[in-house]
């Protein structure tokens, strides 16, 4: 049964569009998804996801669960990269631990919708505050890895414009259209939402693959220059994700038994930031070098959870 649910993650179509991606960098080939394109299918993922979790918190009521659920999300982007800073820091620079510790405390909403496309293959459906909880849980880690670089390297600390990138963490693209299309699903009536069903259902896992096979030219780019930095930051980018998932499945059943919920939880810990904190960190931390934390989190830890990482998660949450 253990394995059935490997292979299964292992054979999804989106996954292999994914490896499809890499394969292509490798043979040379001039397949490319353009940016546009690209920018547009991220932007329909995050409103698709949004959009039906706001649907699915309004038919939720509010309980004490969830507000136990929403601080735990919290504490988790919080905790993560105070714990791994310290770790990264025996090896590299103040700039770079900092900005590779808000990645992983910070979450991957691409990570978090396949996870959600993982749920409907196991015929179980999101619940709607667990979208509210991805988008809360993207700004304390940026703040907290800021706030590190600025402990540890106190004469560098008029370098990083704090208000900046606090205001960026808040208004963040990416964030703000999750958000905003939470409260618009939120409001909708059930009527108002099946007249946009067919584009918020229907198309979800098909640009969910194209989105992943670009992701895979992506990774397969960067995983070259990567492979200079040595051992560390590639033990790193697969071991501490796993470590994270796991030891969230676990402890969020003190917050919740549901499985779906927990499951998430666990994807939510394990999961990097290539997107938010990347551009959070070029805006404030200039130092911190992007060719290094960029393919930790999308090269290295994010195949390695929509491999491995779905069905341990799974398993751990089955099993507590």
Not at 99 to 118: E, K, N
Not at 209 to 222: N, V
């Amino acid at each position: 049964m253990n394995i059935n649910l490997l292979l299964d993650n292992l054979t999804n179509p989106a996954l292999l569009f994914f490896v499809l991606g890499i394969v292509s960098v490798y043979l040379k080939s001039d397949l490319e998804i353009p940016p546009n394109s690209s920018k547009f299918i991220s932007l329909y993922l995050l409103f698709a996801i949004g959009f039906k979790g706001g649907q699915e918190l309004s038919r939720e009521a509010f309980t004490a669960e969830i507000g136990w659920s929403m601080l735990f999300g919290i504490a988790i982007s919080i905790l993560i990269p105070l714990y791994t800073f310290f770790i990264l820091k025996q090896r590299i620079n103040v700039f770079d631990a900092g900005a590779i510790a808000a990645a992983y405390g910070s979450v991957s909403a691409v990570t978090f919708v396949t996870a959600v496309s993982y749920l409907e293959s196991q015929q179980l459906a999101l619940h709607g505050h667990m979208v509210a909880i991805m988008a809360l849980m993207e700004s304390p880690a940026i703040i907290i890895g800021l706030l590190l670089i600025s402990m540890f390297n106190k004469e560098e600390a008029e370098s990083i414009k704090k208000r900046t990138v606090i205001k960026h963490s808040f208004t963040n693209g990416s964030v703000l259209l999750i958000l905003g299309s939470l409260v618009i699903g939120y409001l909708a009536s059930a009527k108002q939402a099946e007249g946009i069903k067919p584009f918020t259902n229907d198309l979800f896992k098909g640009f969910l693959a194209i989105f992943l096979l670009d992701m895979g030219i992506t990774s397969g780019r960067k995983l070259k220059a990567f492979c200079s930095f040595g051992a560390f930051p590639l033990l790193f980018a697969i071991l501490i994700p796993l470590i994270n998932g796991c030891t969230a499945a676990l402890l969020s059943g003190f917050v919740t038994q549901d499985i779906t919920n927990r499951f998430m939880f666990a994807i939510l810990a394990a999961s990097a930031s290539y997107i938010a904190v990347p551009a959070a960190m070029k805006i404030s931390v200039p130092k911190a070098n992007p060719g290094l934390f960029l393919p930790m989190a999308l090269a290295v830890t994010f195949p390695v959870n929509i491999t491995i990482g779905m069905p341990l998660y799974f398993l751990v949450v089955k099993g507590t």
